[in-house]
């Protein structure tokens, strides 16, 4: 599932360990995320995005290419 982590991560001024230890989480977790590699459960997905001031709808985008993302 695409989404909008690294972007908004990035913009925040959030390393991948600083989230990561925000959502009580590893890095690689993160990373695995933001690359696409591992889907976070629900209340996971929640407080990634109650982190970055956001909604899980617009943290996350099913089915959504990634040149279809607005950058």
């Known amino acids: ?3 909008k982590i690294a972007k908004l991560r990035k913009q925040q001024r959030y390393s991948q360990a600083l989230l990561a230890q925000a959502a009580n989480v590893t890095r690689q977790t993160i990373n ?3 690359n696409d590699k591992y889907d976070p459960s629900l209340g996971l997905a929640f407080k990634l ?3 970055l001031g956001v909604t899980v709808d617009e943290l996350f985008c099913p089915g959504e290419k990634e040149n279809e993302k607005d950058d």
């Open 32 to 34: 695995a995320i933001e």
């Open 49 to 51: 995005a109650k982190i």
């Open 1 to 3: 599932m695409k989404n």
